[in-house]
């Protein structure tokens, strides 16, 4: 296997090596254009010549036949193009904007030389002619002149078909958080662990983003919502920098209006951080046009005030009398930074060296225990340094090659104050940590990614052809612990007598799997040991794991994750017209993950991705098209499940009698300790894609304004999820997949693609599911996995011109499915690809319709205006339908509340809509060569604290005698003494009475929009 991979990409590099490509993110634009005479007669062999402050030196080219000509692989910026023949006039076009990622088209007219040179102020069209890629790139000028948070992903939220996922992500068009891609300066810094964001960045960095949210090229894989695409500052051939501040605390935020609201349902109330952030930027050159740097520091400090409870005093009845709440102040310190060193070799080669990072250190609580210190705090270490090197090649008119090296880290490593034996008590269903005991659990993870690409592009007639491979290779260590190696838990009566013991700890493992080293005999008599891994033909008779009463303890488990993800593409952008752009490709990806031991586990290959888009444009002069795009997106599994299911975690539940905080490993209360480990991955699994089809008009209507159409569908084609009821005896026929001696009830799988065993979904309330003997083995199809995205979006935009930048949208869209994707909306769950949305079958009834992030209308408007006396003002308003009300409750023991009760998901009704404003202040003071700017930005100006959610938990707990997928609100079983109104619910049984439910936050709300906050800043440029 490692043969066929290392053969597969040097063929590629090989191939590209003659062909020349830039299969690389793309981190530049490109200006085209036809030149013709004044009768429209193309005009070949004219010289054409591009300028800018973006640009090391200036670039030429000639017109060819068809008086066609193209400057490929240029800097975001602003340009001008001028072209000259003899025995014409010499003309000029400048303020040329050229979007990162974008097509700058300019014609060009020559007349018969009557005077020297004709000069043509004026921008190209809005409109990019030749792409069907959907979304939006911005500049930094416009970035800063938005009240957005200190992120550069923050610009996305401002994009047509975004909104926020369960986890704070950014959600696009549907798709979780955890299913974009994050790339800067060509560095894939998608987060390895979880594929989230995976580092930071301010604005003052960045000189450009582009958030592709649809459309994008074979170039482009391994997600399914946006890719949010980032270069950051370049020096230039005059020195150029910033010094800034910012500030916001809780004295510059208004008051929290929902405290009697939140205390009704446990939440705290809104404490706004103390929060300074200081930094400087400088950028120009060691020798004009030919080394430029780029250097850049911020100081990140935030300090959050919160109480933490040390302890509760109960009543002898078990009630809670007091609680021991006391104020504590966590530190975070973020050090971000950026350098550049941009190298121009002759005419034709550049080399660029980029590092950026975010290492900072939190000091606080850890977790949220109630209990000492010793069992809360400590510090983390987090963030990493990425770098790159790139190199860009141009080979006469017709060819370019790019190669790129990049690196990409993270950490995340607790310091608990204390890693003693973590031991607690329960005591009327509240946890309580004992003194001196040490932090529950605790992790030490790096994650690193080497990253090569080669890729290039070769122009042949009307042709555009690219060719590109990308291999990453992503090594990785992680550790986790309990403190002092367990968590030991002794249940108490409400009284406060002793009961038993709960300890939960890691088998240790030896050879193949976790060593038994206690049993009891045929007496009843404790031996103990080391009697091997349970399973057949174990010599001493440990068959299975109710053989075995204890393990080896494993302090701490230590995985090595490894991952190796190898891409390549091929590309033809075809000129069939000069306003007719044909854009085919195909894409094929492999990835391979290893387990602890450094074995191929799962194995996905034969990913091929199509991508065809037609643009037209009808008009014929650049400020129109009319396109269609259909493309097939794989993403990646990100290592989360390697360091748990695929690692050496295999989990022990013990119970016994030993009481006062003690790690006995034996249990003695069942005879058995329940051990639970590993994942079943089958030969044969199958990425996770997704296919989409886009269809729009825009049109340029007036000059620098443009409005849009356009149509987009999504759907969810297959999907990788874990299951975990082989061991159930109503699926009789899944306990023939669990290899001999396996101590896991778990399976990797295509989960609904088909109806073979591993695969197929049961709905247990289908009933020709239902066989003679009551199993689910009847003869019924299999639930199928679905996300279907249906959106219609309008448009209007007014690029930065005359003083003023404007983007406007609207979204009228459709959300339906069974599943959310990589994140777990409904409980905010965040383990890609093991989530537990269909570990048993208890959860599948009623669990298709809309998905929590389905949002009808979305309505967006960002703007700026700059006027003449230096005031700048900048506004956000964004508003929102609600999200829908699913009713959920308890499913099975450890799921409880994953089952949704009503027939159709999230059909009970609407949440309540939000909507808010952002505003933007800046003045700037010009003093000779310096510019002083004051900042101010105020963030939700109406101070609208409306609710952003409610509760659809019906209840938690097994009520009854069985599990009910059916009325629990007038079901006889139910138990009815636990409602919160037995009589009103009687009144008027059903899901829309909260009377009826035992969750007493039910159809209560339980988020809210944050009071109105004012952020302070100053900057000072030269």
């Not at 011109?801 to 949208?809: I, P, T």
Request: charged share 20%.
């Amino acid at each position: 296997m490692k043969n066929r991979w290392f053969g597969a990409l040097v063929a590629l590099l090989v191939v590209a090596g003659f062909a020349g490509a830039p299969a690389l993110a793309q981190q530049t634009g490109t200006i085209e254009g036809t030149i013709v005479d004044s009768n429209g007669a193309p005009l070949p062999g004219v010289s054409v010549e591009i300028k800018s402050p973006a640009l090391q030196g200036t670039r030429t080219t000639v017109s060819d036949a068809s008086g066609r000509y193209k400057f490929p692989v240029i800097p975001p910026g602003t340009y001008t193009v001028s072209a000259s023949l003899s025995g014409f006039t010499k003309a000029e076009r400048t303020n040329i904007r050229v979007a990162l990622g974008g097509t700058a088209t300019v014609p060009v007219t020559l007349a018969v030389s009557v005077k020297e040179e004709v000069v043509v102020t004026g921008e190209a069209p809005v409109v990019d002619t030749t792409k069907a890629v959907v979304g939006a790139a911005t500049s930094l000028d416009t970035i800063q002149k938005l009240p957005l948070g200190r992120n550069f992903v923050s610009i996305a939220t401002t994009v047509a078909g975004t909104g926020v996922s369960a986890g704070g992500g950014l959600a696009v068009y549907g798709a979780t958080g955890l299913e974009n891609q994050y790339i800067i300066d060509g560095v894939n810094t998608t987060g390895i662990k979880l594929g989230d964001q995976g580092k930071v960045l301010n604005q003052e960095f960045v000189q450009e983003v582009e958030v592709k949210t649809g459309g994008y090229e074979a170039e482009y894989s391994r997600a399914l919502g946006g890719i949010i695409n980032v270069v950051t500052k370049s020096g230039g051939n005059e020195f150029h920098g910033d010094v800034f501040g910012y500030y916001d605390s809780e004295s510059l935020a208004a008051s929290d209006k929902r405290t009697d609201d939140k205390a009704l349902v446990g939440v705290g109330e809104f404490a706004a951080p103390d929060r300074l952030d200081i930094g400087a930027d400088l950028g120009g050159y060691f020798l004009k046009d030919r080394i430029w740097f780029f250097a850049a520091y911020d100081r990140v400090q935030r300090d959050d005030d919160a109480e933490y409870n040390y302890g509760r005093t109960y009543s002898s009845a078990g009630i809670v009398t007091a609680n021991d709440f006391r104020s504590q102040t966590d530190e975070t310190r973020s050090n971000l930074y950026s350098g550049k060193l941009t190298f121009r070799l002759g005419e034709s080669n550049t080399i660029a060296l980029t590092a950026f990072g975010d290492p900072g250190t939190y000091t606080g609580a850890l977790t949220a225990t109630t209990g000492p210190e010793s069992a809360r705090n400590g510090s983390q270490d987090f963030g990493g340094t990425d770098y790159s090197a790139k190199w860009d090649g141009i080979f006469g008119t017709q060819f370019l090659v790019q190669a790129q090296y990049g690196r990409h880290s993270e950490e995340f490593t607790d310091n608990p104050q204390s890693t003693a034996l973590a031991y607690n008590t329960v005591r009327s269903g509240l946890r309580n940590y004992m003194p001196g005991s040490g932090i529950p659990l605790y992790t030490k993870e790096e994650y690193n990614r080497d990253a090569f690409k080669l890729s290039g592009t070769a122009f042949f007639g009307t042709h555009e052809i690219k060719l590109g491979a990308d291999y990453e290779s992503i090594n990785s260590d992680y550790f986790q612990a309990y403190g002092g190696g367990a968590l030991v838990t002794d249940f108490l009566s409400a009284s406060g007598s002793y009961q038993e013991t709960a300890v939960r700890y890691y088998a240790k493992v030896v050879g193949s799997g976790p060593n038994c080293n206690a049993r009891y005999d045929a007496n009843g008599n404790l031996v103990t040991g080391s009697f091997g891994t349970p399973g057949p033909g174990n010599p001493y008779g440990i068959l299975t794991i109710q053989d075995c009463a204890g393990y080896d303890v494993n302090p701490a488990v230590e995985n090595p994750p490894k991952t190796r993800n190898l891409g390549i593409f091929l590309q033809d952008s075809w000129k069939v017209l000069n306003n007719l752009t044909v854009n085919v490709g195909i894409r094929y990806d492999e990835q391979k993950l290893k387990d602890a031991n450094g074995v191929d586990r799962i194995s996905l290959d034969s990913e091929w991705s199509p991508r065809v888009g037609v643009v037209w444009d009808f008009t014929n002069n650049g400020k129109s098209k009319l396109y269609a795009n259909y493309g097939r997106y794989y993403t990646v599994i990100p290592q989360d499940i390697q360091t748990r299911a695929l690692g050496n975690e295999y989990t022990v539940f013990a119970y016994n009698y030993s009481g006062g905080g003690v790690l006995d490993p034996v249990d003695s209360v069942y005879g058995y300790a329940y051990i639970q480990g590993g994942q079943i991955t089958r030969e044969g699994l199958k990425g996770m894609y997704q296919d989409e089809i886009i269809a729009g008009v825009e049109y340029e209507v007036v000059k620098n304004w443009s409005v849009g159409l356009k149509g987009i569908y999504k759907a969810l084609g297959r999907t990788i999820e874990d299951r975990c009821d082989l061991t159930d005896p109503r699926l009789p026929y899944l306990a023939q997949y669990i290899p001999a001696g396996s101590l896991t009830t778990c399976a990797l799988v295509n989960y609904g693609s088909s109806n073979e065993d591993l695969e197929k979904v049961v709905d247990i309330t289908n009933p020709e599911c239902v066989a003679a003997d009551g199993t689910y083995t009847g003869n019924c199809e299999t639930t199928h996995i679905k996300r279907f995205y249906r959106g219609i979006e309008l448009t209007a935009t007014h690029r930065f011109s005359n003083n003023f930048y404007v983007l406007a949208n609207y979204v009228y869209s459709s959300l339906k499915g069974n599943y959310d994707g990589n994140e777990k909306q409904s409980t905010g769950q965040q383990d890609p690809n093991i989530n537990a949305d269909f570990d048993y079958i208890d959860m599948v009834p009623n669990n298709y319709g809309r998905l929590s992030l389905d949002r009808p209308h979305l309505f967006k408007i960002s703007g700026t205006y700059s006027f003449p006396f230096g005031l700048t003002a900048g506004a956000n308003f964004r508003y929102a339908s609600g999200a829908p009300l699913a009713v959920r409750g308890y499913a099975r023991p450890g799921y409880t509340s994953e089952l949704y009760l009503s027939p159709n998901r999230g059909e009970l009704g609407d949440q309540p809509d939000t909507y808010e404003m952002d505003f933007h202040l800046e003045y700037n003071l010009r003093l000779g060569p310096v510019t002083i700017t004051p900042i101010v930005d105020v963030f939700n100006l109406l101070n609208r604290q409306g609710s952003t959610g409610q509760s659809g938990v019906f209840n938690t707990r097994r009520d009854g005698n069985r599990f009910g997928v059916f009325n629990r609100f007038n079901d006889p079983n139910y138990r009815t003494s636990a409602r919160i109104d037995d009589a009103a619910c009687a009144a008027n049984p059903s899901y829309t009475n909260r009377a009826c439910a035992t969750s007493a936050n039910y159809l209560r709300d339980v988020g809210w929009q944050n009071p109105l906050q004012l952020r302070l800043g100053a900057r000072v440029s030269f």
